[in-house]
């Protein structure tokens, strides 16, 4: 069936450059995550839309980091200037509605690689 | 008094036994936790939740344990199967919290041994 898809599934990235990563949410789902994967770690939050206001990005760990959701579906995780330590899984969730609901799917990620 | 599991970043079972993971949770706070199943390549995978109201739930082979007093939660998984490896995370909400917004803990890879 259809989930979460996120394209690429995998990038690299030379030192300086920027990146833009895609998240497709289950269609009709409001609310949408960014989480950052480090190897070994469990997500961390980066930000969270519900349709296309984004209600919280107090987990972006700078201002190089910049999410869109534009429409309310496809979101955007866009990474300026990359650095080595912006080397993780980036993974997307969605969820049904925009009240506290906490079944999240997940998408595979993207694993960003910066060199 | 009552003792608690530690928190084990591997754990190695033969198929058919019980696994039991353990986490600690930071927040006294937190009134809702979660356990999530990885595996390798692919995102995280609900497995079963509990507010901060109950000490036990359970599901289809699965049962989760929170102690309030110590910050402890525990999934036991019942004759684990080899499609149970993966490493596996709790995650923790505070109230208020917008959806989403779980802190993770440290994850436990669970090996199932043929």
């Known amino acids: 069936g259809a989930g979460v898809s996120q394209s690429p599934r995998y990038k690299v990235a030379k030192r300086g450059q920027d990146v833009a990563l895609r998240c497709d949410p289950i269609?009709?789902?409001?609310?949408l995550f960014w989480y950052q994967q480090a190897l070994g770690q469990g997500p961390e939050f980066l930000t969270y839309?519900?349709?296309?206001?984004?209600?919280?990005k107090s987990g972006l760990p700078s201002d190089r980091f910049f999410a869109e959701r534009p429409e309310g579906s496809v979101s955007t995780l866009k990474i300026q200037r990359t650095q080595q330590e912006d080397s993780a899984v980036y993974l997307c969730?969605?969820?049904?509605?925009?009240?506290?609901?906490?079944?999240?799917?997940f998408g595979p990620g993207t694993r960003l690689t910066v060199t | 008094g009552e003792s608690v599991g530690l928190h084990l970043p591997t754990l190695s079972v033969q198929e058919g036994d019980n696994s039991i993971i353990n986490c600690a949770y930071s927040?006294?706070?937190?009134?809702?936790f979660i356990w999530y199943k990885q595996e390798s390549g692919k995102g995280p995978q609900f497995i079963i939740d509990?507010?901060?109201?109950?000490d036990k739930r359970q599901g289809q082979r699965v049962t989760v344990l929170l102690n309030k007093t110590v910050k402890h939660l525990s999934l036991q998984i019942a004759a684990t199967q080899p499609g149970d490896s993966a490493v596996y995370f709790c995650?923790?909400?505070?109230?208020?919290?917008?959806?989403?917004?779980?802190?993770f803990g440290d994850g436990t890879t669970l090996t199932v041994k043929p």
């Open positions: 969730a969605s969820s049904k509605t925009g009240e506290p609901t906490y079944e999240q799917y």
């Open positions: 269609s009709g789902h409001v609310s």
């Open positions: 839309f519900q349709n296309e206001a984004q209600l919280d």
């Open positions: 927040n006294s706070a937190s009134d809702y």
């Open positions: 509990i507010r901060s109201n109950m």
């Open positions: 995650a923790e909400n505070p109230p208020d919290t917008n959806a989403g917004k779980s802190t």
